[in-house]
T-cell receptor
Framework: EAGVAQSPRYKIIEKRQSVAFWCNPI?????LYWYQQILGQGPKLLIQ????????DSQLPKDRFSAERLKGVDSTLKIQPAKLEDSAVYLC?????????????FGPGTRLTVT | AQSVTQLGSHVSVSEGALVLLRCNYS??????LFWYVQYPNQGLQLLLK??????LVKGINGFEAEFKKSETSFHLTKPSAHMSDAAEYFC??????????????FGSGTQLTVLP
């Protein structure tokens, strides 16, 4: 079974530029999560999708971050414009469902550096 | 609101020695608790989870953790450290939200170094 795929793996941009990350979850996984992991901290949930609908985006800075999962499969996370404090690893995870019995599987992450 | 505190951002042990990584949680309802491991440049991998069944949970790679409600703790242990255990370890807690979707709140992580 293929794991969660993310691209790009690394991205360096200047502040005020825009950037997009892509995630392809494990086949058949209905739930998709985006996390932000700042250096020295644990991952923080940004947004959770169930199929193509948003379950929770309460911690997503909506003035600059957006995410979509149009066909209920892969997803993109966008930052526009980027700030220095957005430098972090962005992790995508997927699970079969939303219950705790469903394990979350994580991708390798995209490391973003904003200069 | 749920939260997790991991005591010690860095832990060093000798190869063959006991590994003990500490985690304390705060939760307004009976929690589900997890330990994840993250190797460099990789995503998180689930080591083990507590879901209100047995309080002593066994996971992969010889790790285990014990849920102690009175101490609000869920410490991770391994009797004998191996060089391959060097990684960052995250404790996480999960509660039900209004939509019944359980979400994870992570601690800040503990970097484990294994010395030869």
């Amino acid at each position: 079974e293929a794991g969660v795929a993310q691209s790009p793996r690394y991205k360096i941009i200047e502040k005020r530029q825009s950037v997009a990350f892509w995630c392809n979850p494990i086949s058949g996984h209905a739930t998709l999560y985006w996390y932000q992991q700042i250096l020295g901290q644990g991952p923080k949930l940004l947004i959770q999708f169930q199929n193509n609908g948003v379950v929770d985006d309460s911690q997503l800075p909506k003035d600059r971050f957006s995410a979509e999962r149009l066909k209920g499969v892969d997803s993109t996370l966008k930052i526009q414009p980027a700030k220095l404090e957005d430098s972090a690893v962005y992790l995508c995870a997927s699970s079969r469902g939303t219950g705790t019995s469903y394990e979350q599987y994580f991708g390798p992450g995209t490391r973003l550096t904003v200069t | 609101a749920q939260s997790v505190t991991q005591l010690g951002s860095h832990v060093s042990v000798s190869e063959g020695a006991l590994v003990l990584l500490r985690c304390n949680y705060s939760s307004s309802v009976p929690p589900y608790l997890f330990w994840y491991v993250q190797y460099p440049n990789q995503g998180l991998q689930l080591l083990l989870k507590y879901t209100s069944a047995a309080t002593l949970v066994k996971g992969i790679n010889g790790f285990e953790a014990e849920f102690k409600k009175s101490e609000t703790s869920f410490h991770l242990t391994k009797p004998s450290a191996h060089m391959s255990d060097a990684a960052e370890y995250f404790c996480a807690v999960s509660e039900s939200t209004a939509g019944s979707a359980r979400q994870l709140t992570f601690g800040s992580g503990t970097q484990l170094t294994v010395l030869p």
